[in-house]
């Protein structure tokens, strides 16, 4: 049997007697036909089923109504970290009021994650990029310039005029709130379970634990790849030592939960012999017993406003300015108190 032969915007133009620009306009929303000539357009594509093959795409210039979130994070941990869950969900909930679709991709590393936004721009898979997890010196800015890439930042901070522009939440503030919080309650041995050393936000968040020092404050900060694992590793050795802190800060949920966990184990009660507290909040860490103390942020407007953001440059074809995210509060909870007086 011979295959049905593919339906062309050419063949769209002769059915609807019109140019083949005319179907381009109609299709992707631009001026320059009748909204009477736009709807018989449209009538005669969903008749026949047609869509855009990527090549096409490419050499006319439309829009893909797609956009692009790599991140390189282990599949597994998605799953468990309430941030992404919520995140994707607020950026597919603004995206789908504009009728544009969400490409996520899985990556190992920057590199590879800067390769798959060159694949995506050079096949016109995607009409802008959503970036997430600052590195100090990032390179993925002047990478998004080199593509001529509309793209936003999820970050700890606003970006420079004229670059990449971030969707930020003050990272510094943050951790002066809970930090300060901790050295309000009398500790002044606290230690910092955080992130990859190269993250942006580590940072911040370590320099706001070294201020502390003028205050009598001893902090410590042990780098992680944020899986639960390495986290209840952390906790044991820190728990195992004569001069154990008397305050724990996880970088996330998940991390708190299985540091939680391990000091139970140990038969330690919190917060008596340790306060435990996090960055990311979650409903698990308000339910668990003890519920843990966390800096409480609606992550799924964060992924809202990143994703309008973005469609408002993908419509204005040039970078705009940074926008602020959602303010997290302090969440007090049971995991947290003064630390009992020495035996």
Do not use: C
Request: proline share 6%; charged share 20%; no cysteine.
């Amino acid at each position: 049997m011979t295959p049905a032969k593919r339906v062309t915007i050419a063949d769209i133009a002769r059915m609807a007697g019109v140019s083949p620009g005319a179907v381009s306009f109609a299709l992707n929303g631009r001026p320059g036909v009748s909204e009477e000539t736009r709807q018989r357009i449209l009538s005669i594509v969903r008749e026949n089923n047609w869509q855009p093959s990527s090549a096409a795409r490419a050499l006319v210039g439309a829009r893909a109504n797609t956009v692009g979130l790599a991140l390189a994070r282990p599949a597994r941990s998605l799953g468990s970290e309430a941030f992404f869950t919520d995140l994707i969900a607020g950026i597919e909930s603004r995206l789908s009021e504009s009728k544009v679709s969400l490409q996520l991709r899985l990556v190992a590393d920057v590199a590879e994650e800067i390769e798959v936004h060159r694949q995506w721009r050079s096949s016109n898979q995607v009409d802008g990029i959503i970036l997430i997890d600052p590195l100090e010196d990032d390179p993925r800015g002047a990478s998004i310039d080199a593509l001529d890439a509309r793209a936003v930042m999820i970050g700890s901070k606003p970006a420079p005029v004229g670059a990449v522009p971030s969707v930020w939440i003050d990272d510094e503030d943050v951790a002066e709130t809970l930090f300060s919080y901790l050295a309000a309650l009398r500790h002044t041995s606290i230690a910092y379970v955080a992130g990859p050393a190269e993250l942006e936000h580590t940072r911040l968040r370590a320099d706001v634990l070294e201020r502390l020092a003028a205050d009598g404050v001893t902090g410590e900060v042990i780098t992680t790849d944020f899986s639960p694992a390495r986290a209840s590793s952390v906790t044991r050795a820190l728990l195992s030592r004569r001069d154990r802190p008397t305050a724990i800060v996880y970088d996330n949920d998940v991390m708190a939960v299985a540091g939680l966990r391990v000091t139970q184990e140990m038969g330690r009660v919190v917060p008596r012999d340790a306060s435990l507290a996090s960055f990311d909040d979650s409903v698990i860490a308000g339910l668990i017993n003890p519920s843990i103390t966390a800096m409480t942020r609606d992550t799924f407007e964060l992924g809202e406003r990143a994703a309008t953001l973005l469609l408002q440059q993908i419509e204005a074809g040039m970078n705009l300015p940074s926008v602020a995210g959602p303010t997290p509060t302090l969440s007090v909870r049971e995991s947290t108190a003064p630390p009992a007086p020495p035996a």
